[in-house]
């Protein structure tokens, strides 16, 4: 009787191993089963943010790159400008740029891409050039590189407004453009005003796209 219960535990005991065996082969196979189904989606190309065109990437990078460049530049000239219309010029370009570019950050973070944080070689390059100008002629280098620097910006935003896809950063461009049209009057005051001569500001405006002297840019505008 005793060998017959021994038998009896020893069979039940080699079932609920077997049973558990089974269940962990199965559990397995289950879970082998989902990953093969469930595969990750691909990361998304370089460039290629959330579906952003590299043409939109690249303008958000310029200017953020532009936006930057002038916030560097006004913080200089409102500590080194002699002339009250070179500071006035200094603080609208800090406070509109600065507020420009926080715009952009949060245009940039829908369409998650990373702005670069520091100026790029030429930019910095530019920076620099400023900061160790001559007192002397400061005030003129400083008007100078406005009128510049937004001929480059008008230029760049005119052809975003042109040719970009996406309906949002188009936005973005052709709403930031009359604020720049604006800036570039102010550079030319400015520039007036320290005595930059009309034939290097008319060199510098012919840059312009061609339709832009159509419309006025460098007439009245408030």
Known sequence: MKTVNYSMTSLMRVFKISTVLGAAILAAFALKAQNEIHVPPPAPLPGNSDGISHEAKAFMQDAAQ???TEIAMANIAETRGQNSAVRELAKMMLDDHQ???NLLQGLAQNHRVVLNASLGLLNQHAVNRLQKADIANFDKDYAKAMLKDHVKCITRFDKA???IE???VKLYAQNTLPALRKHL???EDAARAVGVDEST???IIKGLPSDESQRGVASNQN
């Open 161 to 163: 407004v042109a040719e």
């Open 185 to 187: 009057k102010h550079a």
């Open 166 to 168: 996406e309906p949002d």
């Open 66 to 68: 532009a936006n930057q």
């Open 99 to 101: 507020q420009n570019y």
């Open 201 to 203: 500001i008319s060199s």
